[in-house]
């Protein structure tokens, strides 16, 4: 199987990750669709009022998929966090990632752990892992149950103190979880290029463990405008087997309409490659 393709669209709440506001989330999809992606990436903070059930549709209408639901909005609305807050906070981090795994159960998706994690600090930071595993713990079982997976996103240092490169969170699933199937890696190639010693060699390390990539350049625009070499990255994760998703997480820079323009076309160079 051919790896896919899938960019961030927001349901909720504007991002920066998106060519479209919430509004025009539909406009998104099409785009997408016009584009020849497989999926979207859906940015989801709360389902207070969301119909889940229609959007699923109109992914089915336009014949695309869901890649995985990106979750990190509610840390800055609602300060949740999994952990380094009171008990009743990570308790409640806790029920929404699992209605995460709901939605992603009826979407066919993963559910990114990223910033909702906690973030941490370096003088605490073997704790913290500690703490971090424990309050997985019931995630990684109610994932396995419901055949879901979890994405934990290895994060650069200027904005997490935990799980910065791939190989340290290759060794947080191996060695604090005990290595569950359901639990993989989302490895965002903007953060990558500021902590992994070098690209191929943290495919190599990753495996199978490899289950989501965010696609950013250098300097977090679009690829071509940085210096990351994706020519020989994708070359790699195909050499690897790589068939899970690869989802644009970039900036709308240099422009919005070069995003717009460019997204199809370097699609399908990649896929050629
Ligand atoms: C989220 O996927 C990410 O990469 C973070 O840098 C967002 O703050
Ligand atoms: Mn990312």
Known sequence: MDMKFSATVTLQYDTVFSSFSAADYVKGLD????????????????????????????LDERGLGCSTISTGQARGLEGLSLIGVPADVTARTQERFKKHIDAAKLLGSKVTIGLMRGLGSLDTAERDLDELSEAMKPLVEYAGKNGVTLCLEAINRYETALLNSAEATVDFIENRLGNPDCVGILWDLFHANIEDIGFERSIEKMG???????????DRMFPGYGHTDFE???????????????????????????????????VQKMREL
């Open 208 to 218: 199978k463990k490899l289950k989501h990539v965010h696609i950013a350049d250098s």
């Open 31 to 58: 785009w997408m669709k016009e584009n020849r992606l497989d999926g979207a990436e859906l940015c989801i903070s709360n389902y207070d009022n969301l119909d889940l059930g229609k959007v699923k549709a109109q």
């Open 232 to 266: 020989t990255i994708f070359k790699c994760l195909k050499k690897n087997g790589f068939s899970e998703y690869c989802s644009f997480e970039c900036f709308n820079l240099p422009s919005l309409d070069v995003v717009l323009r460019d997204t199809g076309s370097w």
